[in-house]
């Protein structure tokens, strides 16, 4: 004897998981891979390696005037990834402004936040 009809739970069943599936989506559209979301502001990232040596690179923070302080922790994911995925390392050598730069002395490129870094070990 059967406690329960397995139709309404097949329903149900069917219904939470697109529920879920449709809020996988959402959050997809919201954030990419190269994109950091931080106190309310999607920070994306791009990373442009050196022709000359891919250790060499710059990782470019759009809208940085959005928040400073999400705009260098963008940066820094966006470095530490390049320089695990390539090297396996998180060891980074910035030029003239890094990630630990106070927000007053930053300098922007047309509300972009660029750093020079080479990740090191090699």
Do not use: H
């Not at 059967?2 to 599936?21: M, W």
């Not at 106190?39 to 250790?55: D, L, Q």
């Not at 940066?75 to 630990?100: F, H, K, M, V, W």
């Amino acid at each position: 004897m059967l406690l329960f009809n397995k139709k309404p739970v097949q329903t149900a069943v069917i219904c939470l998981l697109a529920l879920g599936v449709s809020g996988c989506e959402q959050a997809k559209d919201k954030l990419t891979r190269n994109s950091y979301y931080y106190e309310g502001v999607t920070f994306k990232s791009k990373i442009v390696k050196s022709k000359e040596s891919r250790e060499n690179f710059q990782v470019i923070i759009r809208n940085a005037t959005l928040g400073l302080t999400g705009a260098r922790e963008a940066a820094r994911l966006a470095a530490n990834r390049y320089c695990i995925e390539n090297y396996g390392s998180t060891d980074i050598t910035y030029g003239s402004q890094s990630p630990d730069t106070e927000n007053e002395d930053l300098v922007l490129n047309d509300g972009q936040l660029v750093l020079d870094g080479k990740c090191a070990g090699w």
